[in-house]
């Protein structure tokens, strides 16, 4: 006696074995390749399909709507209703099922098994519906958090901006009005403390909006593997930049007598001033890089969608950097801008700041002493 016997089959569950025979005298096997179309759109309906192996995806216009896999079944419902196929049903990979003729169920001696395959088909199908209502909310529901999230880092990256132009707005200000208030120091003063501020307005926002820290590159993890690849970086645009200023003071008769990789004077000649600007500039370069690359780039990650949305971050991020150097000196804004690419380049790759803080204080410090930047 020929039986059907399909694991995990929901169609067969309330068979019993009589009506499991039936069903194998009728049944016959088939295969498909991958791709292969089993069953056309509008196609007359003569069978349905119990699938023994592989797996098949339903498809209307092209897009596909559904999967079937092992234990599955298609094609029973114009049995039922006499309509014709309503999708395509296409392979994927190679597939093994059994294909079940509708004249052998609705036959007079077969109504027994005719009722039974319906009512296991309506419990199935009720099965299905309650799985795809409770994905559908799912789905809905994790569409609304991220739009909310979305609106929320939207809200976050204009009030970042806004501090950013309130800042450069005031510093433009004291810098046009040194020369009245006769305290240049002031300037001095006034630009770490802004930054310190505005670290403090980022790092709030990193507790507010919920997310994990390390999402901001507040995370210590992989830093010993990372710090090879960021002084290797570091160095190459180090001796870049050296050989960029040597090909300018030998070549270039507007730069020519300069003297090359000369000690900062400044520094030299002001030395516990300078000391105490090394210690500050090493203190605020991490804060730099969690407003600018923590928070900002981070930001713009988020709001930017598709494969250059990294690429697109890293740009937008050191061009709103750079900018706000503009009322220094348009070539203290270009160069701000071009190791903000690499800083930008190593937050993206590794995910923390680090990494990053190291690289900005090593250039930035060996740049301000022996480069002249």
């Known amino acids: 006696m020929k039986y059907v016997r399909i694991n995990k089959s929901k169609l067969l569950k309330g068979l019993n074995t009589e009506q499991l025979s039936q069903l194998g005298q009728s049944s016959q096997r088939e295969s498909y390749e991958n791709q292969a179309v089993i069953v056309r759109e509008g196609e007359e309906a003569r069978d349905f399909f119990l699938l023994e192996k592989g797996k098949v995806t339903i498809r209307k216009s092209n897009f596909i709507i559904g999967e079937k896999e092992e234990g599955d079944?298609?094609?029973?419902?114009?049995?039922?209703?006499?309509?014709?196929?309503?999708?395509?049903?296409?392979?994927?990979?190679?597939?093994?099922?059994?294909?079940?003729?509708?004249?052998?169920?609705?036959?007079?001696?077969?109504?027994?098994l005719y009722n039974a395959l319906l009512e296991s088909h309506i419990i199935s199908q009720q099965a299905e519906l309650r799985r795809m209502n409770f994905s559908a909310i799912s789905e809905m529901k994790a569409k609304l958090e991220e739009a909310k999230s979305r609106i929320f880092t939207f809200q976050f990256f204009v009030s970042l901006v806004f501090l950013l132009v309130v800042y450069e707005f005031f510093l433009g200000i004291l810098l046009n009005w040194r020369s009245m208030l006769h305290q240049d120091n002031f300037i001095n003063i006034f630009t770490?403390?802004?930054?310190?501020?505005?670290?403090?307005?980022?790092?709030?926002?990193?507790?507010?909006?919920?997310?994990?820290?390390?999402?901001?590159?507040?995370?210590t993890k992989n830093w010993r593997k990372d710090l090879g690849p960021t002084l290797l970086l570091s160095g190459l645009f180090l001796a870049a930049a050296a050989a960029l200023q040597w090909l300018l003071f030998t070549y270039v008769p507007a730069f020519q007598g300069r003297p090359f990789l000369k000690v900062n004077e400044f520094f030299v000649n002001n030395l516990p001033l300078g000391i105490t600007l090394?210690?500050?500039y090493i203190i605020l370069a991490p804060v730099q890089e969690l407003i600018i690359r923590g928070v900002l780039q981070s930001v713009l990650q988020r709001l930017f969608e598709g494969r250059y949305a990294?690429?697109?971050?890293?740009?937008?991020t050191n061009l709103l950097f750079s900018g706000f150097h503009l009322h220094f000196n348009p070539l203290f804004a270009v160069v701000t801008f071009i190791p903000g690419l690499l800083w930008g380049y190593l937050f993206y790759k590794q995910g923390s700041l680090v990494g990053v803080s190291v690289s900005h204080i090593i250039i930035g410090l060996l740049g301000i002493l022996f480069l002249g930047l």
Do not use: C
């Open 192 to 219: 770490p403390v802004a930054m310190v501020i505005m670290g403090f307005a980022a790092f709030w926002f990193i507790k507010k909006s919920g997310w994990p820290y390390s999402d901001f590159g507040l995370t």
């Open 278 to 280: 090394i210690i500050f």
């Open 310 to 316: 990294g690429i697109k971050a890293i740009l937008l």
């Open 73 to 112: 079944y298609f094609g029973l419902m114009p049995m039922f209703d006499q309509s014709s196929r309503s999708a395509d049903v296409v392979a994927v990979g190679e597939v093994h099922l059994l294909r079940i003729p509708y004249s052998q169920l609705t036959q007079k001696g077969n109504r027994k």
